[in-house]
T-cell receptor
Framework: GENVEQHPSTLSVQEGDSAVIKCTYS??????FPWYKQELGKRPQLIIDIRSNVGEKKDQRIAVTLNKTAKHFSLHITETQPEDSAVYFCAAPRGFKTIFGAGTRLFVKA | GAGVSQSPSNKVTEKGKDVELRCDPISGHTALYWYRQRLGQGLEFLIYFQGNSAPDKSGLPSDRFSAERTGESVSTLTIQRTQQEDSAVYLCASSLGHSGGNTIYFGEGSWLTVV
């Protein structure tokens, strides 16, 4: 199909540990892969994105990796903190619109 | 403000009534989206507008849902004869062009409760 598959649906880690969330997409023409963070009761906000001409991008404790051959991309959060607790959504374009993964609920335990 | 603006922020309506939700995108953004998010769920695509092109309505769940946008300005999402399953947050978003390569910015959402 043309969905964006996201795993896991829930992730619980200890503060200071790393968290990894994975997504796969089906449209080989997709060239832009954003990640959004949604805190409870708030709007989703972009935290990092990657374009298909690079394999990895980092921004402080957050990194995204892309494997175009396998059509999957991952979000990596290192040294997790309680304020990282939120729902994370990956996304990929399908034609001219953006389709989101089902979301991963991340709990960071202090 | 410079962000995506939505109104009303909260709406409680009786089953069977019609509701209209409004979205004012970021100035200069030609692309506008509506998504639905049920409690604890993901972002369900509803409809996409790009400039003066015909909208992509492929995500509208039934003929009770419709949306309009005049040019590159505000959009309204209308739900007729509301049902309890329509209760959700309706998120509007906009981007500079089509989303392939452009960041989508979300509004705060309109929280709809059908009683």
């Amino acid at each position: 199909g043309e969905n964006v598959e996201q795993h896991p649906s829930t992730l619980s880690v200890q503060e200071g540990d790393s968290a990894v969330i994975k997504c796969t997409y089906s449209d080989s023409a997709s060239n832009y892969f954003p990640w959004y963070k949604q805190e409870l009761g708030k709007r989703p906000q972009l935290i990092i994105d990657i374009r298909s001409n690079v394999g990895e991008k980092k921004d402080q404790r957050i990194a995204v990796t892309l494997n175009k051959t396998a059509k999957h991309f991952s979000l990596h959060i290192t040294e997790t903190q309680p304020e990282d607790s939120a729902v994370y959504f990956c996304a990929a374009p399908r034609g001219f619109k953006t389709i989101f993964g089902a979301g991963t609920r991340l709990f960071v335990k202090a | 403000g410079a962000g995506v603006s939505q109104s009303p922020s909260n709406k409680v309506t009786e089953k069977g009534k019609d509701v209209e939700l409004r979205c004012d995108p970021i100035s200069g953004h030609t692309a506008l989206y509506w998504y639905r998010q049920r409690l604890g769920q993901g972002l369900e695509f509803l409809i996409y507008f790009q400039g003066n092109s015909a909208p992509d309505k492929s995500g509208l769940p039934s003929d009770r849902f419709s949306a309009e946008r005049t040019g590159e300005s505000v959009s309204t999402l209308t739900i007729q004869r509301t049902q309890q399953e329509d209760s959700a947050v309706y998120l509007c978003a906009s981007s500079l062009g089509h989303s392939g390569g452009n960041t989508i910015y979300f509004g705060e959402g309109s929280w709809l409760t059908v009683v």
